[in-house]
């Protein structure tokens, strides 16, 4: 088994766990700051909430808003991405500017806004950051477009009489299977170290979980005990590594003629 | 003459210890979490500005640990009869630290031209009472009041009515002085340099009318904004000080070569209470039922132990224990925990559970600062239905959403009611204090006889007949319940055990202060 194969497979066991046992709504109170133990194996927080639950449940709200944020950027990005590489001179010069636009965009001070004028929801955070993730995908996808449109079977299908439907269903899209799920994955760690980094300065959905949240909560009483601010912080660096792992083009075998 | 009462307190307790025991010399560094901008502590209430200025100014009274006003720049008081003259003596003797005399005329003008225009609280406070404040030669002056106003002298310590020099100030722009950068006060330190975002250095003021002091030859205010560098830097030695310390840094202080200091009060602050304020215009907060099953089904020894870490009390009345005089023990102590009475009572309320277990779902409105009392609340809530959205927003957004537009359910305030109920518990419960003033009667709440007895009691002089009518009140207000009083939450501050005699509870915070080695 490739790493890549065990990280997806490991990805996908945590956030099923994440969906299945995480409770919703408020963690009971348990004494508070216990360690570790077999009653509550990750300990418990100030609060006397279990770390485990509160990890699974940050998860939970941790993929709605990476996964949201990936649908969003990938649907965006594959419109502008194609669109820009097959369209008209003009729709491209158009899309690929308005991509660095967006891409200038500083999304912590769109994120305060956004929280301002319609809540810190997490459905709002994860909007805001599919509709600015975008160009990324859509530069990649453009670039690996053009490629593709001067293979000679491209130039073929065109000569055939090929619609440019039929030509970007056909011929595209499965090419761009590898380069899109490589982009996703990027778009989707990017979005759930966002997210945390957002909940960390206080920004983050109040009424979701979030490890960014908890590991801030963490430092305010660091000197109580390391596990309140160790696992969730840990949670993360295991999330985006795995992502970035399983996000990974497929290794070629050494002998794949170039 | 028992038809004519005077109150007339003197000098007592201040100059009486001679300072001579404890060494002289050293520097002090104490943090503040932000750049206080310029040094003018009367046309500002910011705290960075505060924490400084307070060496560098006086008040005319200055308040003890338990709120009591002390002589300061005013060496006496005479409150007249009627109550609406108060007549302060001036110490004579004190000098400028440019070498100037300090005279009533600084008072007159401090107050006229920057105090009442431009200091928030004493604009609210105070100017709405005093009618004039008229010089009577160079070392009395008088202030004339609309109605009695027994709470004025807790209102005149060097936090909130600092005295600035009128021969600085009389006739000038106060906002644009020059003076408001390089300060001329009355205080025990005098200014030396400001590095803008690093430290602010005042030295021994060698003429300070009180003598002896102060002990420490330096004084140096560095700008740490964050709370964890500051306790890394009170733990390295870099820091000798910290103000205002939160309570789980605090319970990792203890033992570890630093003294910490409980107290109600801090500059621009005391008796704060954490409350929690019913939007009662509104259908679900405004329901007595739901009021009362949250005051049943909170756990309140819980918030103090796990969200306050134990610094502070349960709060026992709507007016904070350190007003003794004032405060009605045992008045909530109707409302312990029972969260199967809280559920009753929500049944009764006519808010069933629906079919997802929910009665109601509230928001509630606060600083990113509290997240963690509302985490709190929403644990406790969850059990009876209740379900909580947090929305949490910055001062002046709160201002505008609580008090302005009343666009909520719930706040979160830590309402601070200061040395007398005057200070800060009547705009909480007073019917003319409903309205677009910020930290006012959040609840809404309109209760004519209650207004009855806090105007009552603002019109006595005596402490014990204000007290009768302020507690009767309270009976009102824990049957009411237009807020519930959580928990009374102390500042602690931590000092290097190398020091000793700071006095974390005024702003004049290092006037005794003193290093012994």
Same mark, same amino acid.
């Given at each position: 088994?490739?790493?890549?194969?065990?990280?997806?497979?490991?990805?996908?066991?945590?956030?099923?766990?994440?969906?299945?046992?995480?409770?919703?709504?408020?963690?009971?109170?348990?004494?508070?700051?216990?360690?570790?133990?077999?009653?509550?194996?990750?300990?418990?927080?100030?609060?006397?909430?279990?770390?485990?639950?509160?990890?699974?449940?940050?998860?939970?709200?941790?993929?709605?808003?990476?996964?949201?944020?990936?649908?969003?950027?990938?649907?965006?990005?594959? $419109?502008?991405?194609?669109?820009?590489?097959?369209?008209?001179?003009?729709?491209?010069?158009?899309?690929?500017?308005?991509?660095?636009?967006?891409?200038?965009?500083?999304?912590?001070?769109?994120?305060?806004?956004?929280?301002?004028?319609?809540?810190?929801?997490?459905?709002?955070?994860?909007?805001?950051?599919?509709?600015?993730?975008?160009?990324?995908?859509?530069?990649?996808?453009?670039?690996?477009?053009?490629?593709?449109?001067?293979?000679?079977?491209?130039?073929?299908?065109?000569?055939?009489?090929?619609?440019?439907?039929?030509?970007?269903?056909?011929?595209?899209?499965?090419?761009?299977?590898?380069?899109?799920?490589?982009?996703?994955?990027?778009?989707?760690?990017?979005?759930?170290?966002?997210?945390?980094?957002?909940?960390?300065?206080?920004?983050?959905?109040?009424?979701?979980?979030?490890?960014?949240?908890?590991?801030?909560?963490?430092?305010?009483?660091?000197?109580? $005990?390391?596990?309140?601010?160790?696992?969730?912080?840990?949670?993360?660096?295991?999330?985006?590594?795995?992502?970035?792992?399983?996000?990974?083009?497929?290794?070629?075998?050494?002998?794949?003629?170039? | 003459?028992?038809?004519?009462?005077?109150?007339?307190?003197?000098?007592?307790?201040?100059?009486?210890? /001679?300072?001579?025991?404890?060494?002289?010399?050293?520097?002090?560094?104490?943090?503040?979490?932000?750049?206080?901008?310029?040094?003018?502590?009367?046309?500002?209430?910011?705290?960075?500005? =505060?924490?400084?200025?307070?060496?560098?100014?006086?008040?005319?009274?200055?308040?003890?640990?338990?709120?009591?006003?002390? /002589?300061?720049?005013?060496?006496?008081?005479?409150?007249?009869?009627?109550?609406?003259?108060?007549?302060?003596?001036?110490?004579?003797? !004190?000098?400028? =630290?440019?070498?100037?005399?300090?005279?009533?005329?600084?008072?007159?003008?401090?107050?006229?031209?920057?105090?009442?225009?431009?200091?928030?609280?004493?604009?609210?406070?105070?100017?709405?009472?005093?009618?004039?404040?008229?010089?009577?030669?160079?070392?009395?002056?008088?202030?004339?009041?609309?109605?009695?106003?027994?709470?004025?002298?807790?209102?005149?310590?060097?936090?909130?009515?600092?005295?600035?020099?009128? =021969?600085?100030?009389?006739?000038?722009?106060?906002?644009?002085?020059?003076?408001?950068?390089?300060?001329?006060?009355?205080?025990?330190?005098?200014?030396?340099?400001?590095?803008?975002?690093?430290?602010?250095?005042?030295?021994?003021?060698?003429?300070?009318?009180?003598?002896?002091?102060?002990?420490?030859?330096?004084?140096?205010?560095?700008?740490?904004?964050?709370?964890?560098?500051?306790?890394?830097?009170?733990?390295?030695?870099?820091?000798?000080?910290?103000?205002?310390?939160?309570?789980?840094?605090?319970?990792?202080?203890?033992?570890?070569?630093?003294?910490?200091?409980?107290?109600?009060?801090?500059?621009?602050?005391?008796?704060?209470?954490?409350?929690?304020?019913?939007?009662?215009?509104?259908?679900?907060?405004?329901?007595?039922?739901?009021?009362?099953?949250?005051?049943?089904?909170?756990?309140?020894?819980?918030?103090?132990?796990?969200?306050?870490?134990?610094?502070?009390?349960?709060?026992?009345?709507?007016?904070?224990?350190?007003?003794?005089?004032?405060?009605?023990?045992?008045?909530?102590?109707?409302?312990?925990?029972?969260?199967?009475?809280?559920?009753?009572?929500?049944?009764?309320?006519?808010?069933?559970?629906?079919?997802?277990?929910?009665?109601?779902?509230?928001?509630?409105?606060?600083?990113?600062?509290?997240?963690?009392?509302?985490?709190?609340?929403?644990?406790?809530?969850?059990?009876?239905?209740?379900?909580?959205?947090?929305?949490?927003?910055?001062?002046?957004?709160?201002?505008?959403? !609580?008090?302005?537009?009343?666009?909520?359910?719930?706040?979160?305030?830590?309402?601070?009611?200061?040395?007398?109920?005057?200070?800060?518990?009547?705009?909480?419960? =007073?019917?003319?204090?409903?309205?677009?003033?910020?930290?006012?009667?959040?609840?809404?709440?309109?209760?004519?006889?209650?207004?009855?007895?806090?105007?009552?009691?603002?019109?006595?002089?005596?402490?014990?007949?204000?007290?009768?009518?302020?507690?009767?009140?309270?009976?009102?207000?824990?049957?009411?319940?237009?807020?519930?009083?959580?928990?009374?939450?102390?500042?602690?501050?931590?000092?290097?055990?190398?020091?000793?005699?700071?006095?974390?509870?005024?702003?004049?915070?290092?006037?005794?202060?003193?290093?012994?080695?």
């Amino acid at each position: 088994m490739t790493a890549r194969r065990l990280a997806v497979l490991l990805l996908l066991a945590f956030y099923a766990a994440c969906l299945v046992f995480a409770p919703a709504g408020a963690l009971p109170a348990h004494a508070a700051l216990l360690p570790p133990s077999l009653a509550h194996p990750l300990g418990t927080d100030e609060l006397g909430r279990d770390m485990l639950l509160a990890l699974l449940q940050a998860g939970r709200s941790s993929l709605l808003v990476a996964g949201v944020t990936t649908a969003v950027a990938l649907v965006l990005g594959l $419109g502008a991405g194609v669109g820009a590489a097959i369209g008209p001179p003009l729709l491209d010069e158009v899309l690929m500017r308005l991509a660095e636009i967006v891409a200038s965009l500083p999304v912590l001070l769109l994120a305060v806004l956004v929280a301002a004028l319609f809540g810190g929801s997490a459905w709002n955070l994860a909007l805001l950051l599919g509709l600015t993730r975008w160009p990324l995908l859509a530069r990649i996808l453009r670039a690996e477009t053009q490629a593709l449109l001067a293979r000679e079977y491209l130039r073929a299908a065109w000569a055939l009489g090929a619609t440019p439907g039929h030509v970007a269903l056909r011929h595209l899209v499965p090419n761009l299977a590898a380069p899109l799920l490589a982009g996703a994955g990027i778009v989707f760690g990017g979005a759930v170290l966002a997210e945390a980094a957002l909940a960390f300065v206080g920004l983050g959905d109040p009424d979701a979980g979030s490890w960014g949240r908890m590991v801030a909560q963490g430092f305010a009483v660091m000197g109580l $005990g390391w596990w309140v601010w160790l696992w969730p912080a840990a949670m993360l660096v295991l999330v985006s590594g795995l992502v970035a792992v399983a996000a990974a083009p497929p290794e070629q075998p050494a002998s794949t003629p170039r | 003459m028992p038809s004519r009462r005077l109150a007339c307190l003197l000098a007592a307790t201040l100059l009486a210890a /001679p300072a001579a025991a404890q060494p002289r010399g050293g520097t002090a560094v104490i943090a503040v979490a932000g750049d206080p901008g310029h040094l003018n502590p009367a046309i500002s209430t910011a705290g960075p500005l =505060h924490a400084v200025a307070g060496s560098l100014f006086n008040g005319l009274v200055a308040l003890d640990e338990a709120g009591t006003p002390q /002589p300061d720049l005013a060496e006496g008081w005479i409150v007249a009869p009627d109550g609406l003259a108060v007549t302060f003596r001036l110490r004579p003797g !004190v000098r400028w =630290h440019d070498g100037r005399p300090f005279t009533a005329e600084d008072v007159q003008v401090g107050f006229d031209r920057l105090l009442l225009r431009h200091h928030a609280r004493a604009r609210a406070g105070l100017a709405p009472a005093i009618a004039a404040i008229e010089t009577e030669g160079p070392l009395a002056v008088t202030f004339r009041l609309r109605r009695p106003h027994p709470a004025l002298l807790r209102q005149l310590d060097v936090s909130e009515a600092p005295i600035l020099p009128a =021969h600085l100030f009389a006739g000038t722009d106060p906002v644009t002085n020059p003076a408001n950068l390089r300060p001329v006060g009355t205080g025990p330190f005098r200014f030396d340099s400001h590095r803008r975002d690093d430290q602010v250095v005042l030295l021994r003021n060698a003429d300070y009318f009180r003598p002896g002091l102060p002990r420490l030859d330096r004084l140096v205010f560095r700008i740490i904004p964050d709370a964890n560098t500051q306790v890394n830097a009170l733990l390295a030695g870099e820091v000798d000080m910290l103000a205002r310390v939160a309570p789980p840094d605090a319970a990792r202080l203890r033992g570890r070569g630093v003294t910490l200091t409980e107290t109600r009060s801090a500059a621009g602050g005391s008796n704060c209470v954490m409350t929690l304020g019913f939007n009662l215009d509104r259908a679900v907060p405004g329901n007595a039922g739901l009021r009362e099953a949250l005051a049943r089904g909170l756990d309140r020894q819980r918030m103090l132990d796990q969200v306050a870490f134990g610094q502070g009390r349960v709060a026992e009345a709507p007016i904070a224990s350190g007003i003794a005089w004032a405060h009605q023990p045992g008045a909530l102590a109707t409302w312990s925990p029972d969260v199967a009475d809280a559920n009753r009572r929500l049944d009764a309320a006519e808010l069933p559970r629906g079919g997802d277990g929910l009665r109601a779902s509230l928001d509630i409105v606060h600083f990113p600062a509290f997240a963690r009392w509302s985490e709190i609340l929403r644990q406790q809530l969850a059990p009876l239905g209740i379900a909580l959205r947090a929305r949490m927003m910055d001062p002046a957004a709160l201002a505008q959403t !609580v008090f302005a537009r009343r666009d909520f359910d719930l706040t979160l305030v830590s309402y601070c009611n200061g040395t007398d109920p005057e200070i800060g518990v009547r705009r909480m419960v =007073h019917s003319a204090a409903i309205g677009n003033v910020p930290f006012s009667n959040a609840a809404g709440y309109r209760n004519a006889e209650v207004d009855a007895m806090f105007d009552r009691a603002a019109s006595l002089q005596e402490d014990a007949a204000r007290g009768a009518a302020y507690r009767a009140a309270q009976a009102i207000l824990a049957r009411d319940l237009p807020y519930l009083w959580l928990v009374e939450t102390d500042f602690t501050a931590a000092w290097r055990d190398s020091f000793a005699d700071f006095a974390p509870w005024t702003g004049q915070v290092a006037e005794r202060a003193w290093r012994s080695r």
